[in-house]
């Protein structure tokens, strides 16, 4: 069983950063891939970004590649995502989730889902 619990939304202009975390309980965070969805209102949620068990690999959706970055801190159970240069349109609320083994991008292949933390970036 994982728990996990995002932080670091809020609101912010055009063109400005925010850093998102998501803090995980349990012992076994390092056999975990770890990855960032987003859902705007009305639309399906979809896939940011993941990082794997040891954070030697991440992969990222198109549209944020450059931009963001997702990190992770095994000794911490932290795991992290760095967003510059936000637009309008990633308006929405941001989760974390766990899958084991290896890293995805479908979000039905995730196990543990945080509640979310709500970004909103205004023109």
């Known amino acids: 069983q994982v728990q996990l619990v995002e932080s670091g939304g809020g609101l912010v202009q055009a063109g400005g950063s925010l850093r998102l975390s998501c803090a995980a309980s349990g012992r076994t965070f390092s056999s975990y891939a770890m990855g960032w969805f987003r859902q705007a209102p009305g639309k399906e949620r979809e896939f940011v970004a993941v990082?794997?068990?040891?954070?030697?690999?991440?992969y990222y959706a198109d549209s944020v590649k450059g931009r963001f970055t997702i990190s992770r801190d095994n000794a911490k159970n932290m795991v992290y995502l760095q967003m510059n240069d936000l637009k309008p349109e990633e308006t929405a609320v941001y989760y974390c989730?766990?899958?084991?083994?290896?890293?995805?991008?479908?979000?039905?292949?995730?196990?543990?889902w945080g509640q979310g933390t709500q970004v909103t970036v205004s023109s």
């Open positions: 989730a766990a899958r084991r083994g290896g890293t995805r991008a479908g979000a039905g292949s995730y196990d543990y």
């Open positions: 990082i794997s068990l040891n954070g030697d690999y991440e």
